[in-house]
């Protein structure tokens, strides 16, 4: 990958330190420093503005992401392609949906204000609910202006009018092709490659009319990049 053992593994504990940062806001900077390995804030803020030129205090006001995303552009190891797939009859389920527009290096300024409607509006919580991303566009080739992404969380009722923006939508019920991720969230491209490349076109189903979407069964804030959960879902006729 082009750099050391202990560089990649820095790498990762700030990775998550970030989320943290961004998205958990309670959780106090030298709380985020001892959980990503660092003996005091004040190396974890060197090692941090080092990396990322802000500092811990200036990245949760107002997080770089564009600047941020170049210091991940790692080439990723090569995994299983022979996945196990099956087939489940999804349930219909209604969804707080914020929708994102524009470059997919910016979609965490986005999670980050449905992170503040869900925490405000107590409509979807994190604990109860379940967390799904629809996926209209392939990022790797689409420009980044035409890019469309759904942040969603289940609800039990239309969600109402808000300064966020969320609306109301719905996952249809229907069959799906199903495979089961572990890990980073930026690695599933491959096995989302695989579902149309290679597995569609063997199995002979055919595409319903609605985009590939994702389960997010725990999230970065919780747990390890390594520890991340997440079902694919690719809707059939």
């Not at 790498?11 to 660092?38: E, H, M, P, V």
């Not at 196990?84 to 949906?97: L, M, Y």
């Not at 107590?122 to 990022?139: C, E, I, M, N, R």
Request: hydrophobic letters at 40%; aromatic letters at 12%; proline letters at 7%.
């Amino acid at each position: 990958m082009g750099i050391n053992v202990f560089r990649f593994i820095q790498l990762i504990r700030l990775k998550r330190a970030s989320y943290q940062l961004a998205f958990n806001l309670n959780q106090r900077i030298i709380d985020i420093a001892l959980d990503a390995g660092f003996e005091n804030p004040e190396s974890f803020t060197r090692a941090f503005k080092k990396t990322f030129v802000q500092t811990p205090s200036q990245f949760r006001k107002s997080p770089q992401w564009p600047a941020w995303h170049e210091k991940y552009q790692l080439p990723l190891a090569r995994g299983e392609t022979n996945m196990q797939v099956n087939i489940v009859n999804f349930n219909e389920t209604k969804v707080a949906v914020l929708e994102h527009r524009g470059p997919v290096q910016n979609l965490n300024d986005s999670v980050k204000i449905f992170i503040e409607w869900r925490r405000t509006s107590l409509l979807s919580p994190v604990k109860t609910s379940d967390t799904f991303g629809l996926a209209y566009d392939d990022p790797n080739t689409t420009a980044p202006d035409k890019f469309r992404f759904d942040i969603c969380g289940s609800v039990v009722a239309d969600v109402p009018d808000n300064p966020q923006g969320v609306i109301t939508k719905t996952i249809p019920a229907g069959p799906c092709a199903v495979t089961r991720h572990y890990g980073a969230h930026e690695a599933m491209g491959e096995k989302i490659y695989y579902l149309y490349g290679k597995w569609l076109p063997e199995s002979g189903a055919e595409l319903r009319d609605f985009p590939c979407f994702f389960h997010y069964l725990n999230l970065i804030t919780d747990v390890a990049e390594g520890e991340l959960i997440t079902d694919i879902y690719l809707p059939l006729k």
